[in-house]
């Protein structure tokens, strides 16, 4: 089992920056890809941000490229989403997601949610217009 811990929501203004965490813990972390989704309410999850296991490879949602970034520091466990230039549209629950991946594996950054093995509670962030 690998448990998830997001942080880091909260209220911003447009334009403003927040940036986002998640603590993992059970497993060994650098077997696991990490993904960012996000919920807005009466709307379907999507894909926002993944990081592969060795950190080489990233993947980002088209709306979100130029303004968020992924990172992930193996040694605390932890992934982090950076996200600046907020917008009002990017108001949603977010949720980190663990993608467990075999040695041939290292770079993979996959989209789907349904690739992935382990979630968060969710973050709430909020952009205010």
């Known amino acids: 089992q690998v448990q998830l811990v997001e942080s880091g929501g909260g209220l911003a203004q447009a334009g403003g920056s927040l940036r986002l965490s998640c603590a993992a813990s059970g497993r060994t972390f650098t077997n696991y890809a990490m993904g960012w989704f996000r919920q807005a309410p009466g709307k379907e999850r999507e894909f926002v941000a993944a990081i592969s296991s060795s950190g080489i490879r990233t993947q980002f949602e088209e709306s979100v490229k130029g303004r968020f970034s992924i990172s992930r520091d193996n040694a605390r466990n932890t992934v982090y989403l950076q996200m600046n230039s907020l917008r009002h549209e990017d108001t949603a629950v977010y949720s980190c997601?663990?993608?467990?991946?075999?040695?041939?594996?290292?770079?993979?950054?996959?989209?789907?949610?349904?690739?992935?093995?382990?979630w968060g509670q969710g973050t709430q962030v909020t952009v205010s217009s």
């Open positions: 997601a663990a993608d467990e991946v075999p040695w041939y594996g290292s770079s993979w950054a996959r989209t789907q949610g349904s690739e992935y093995d382990y």
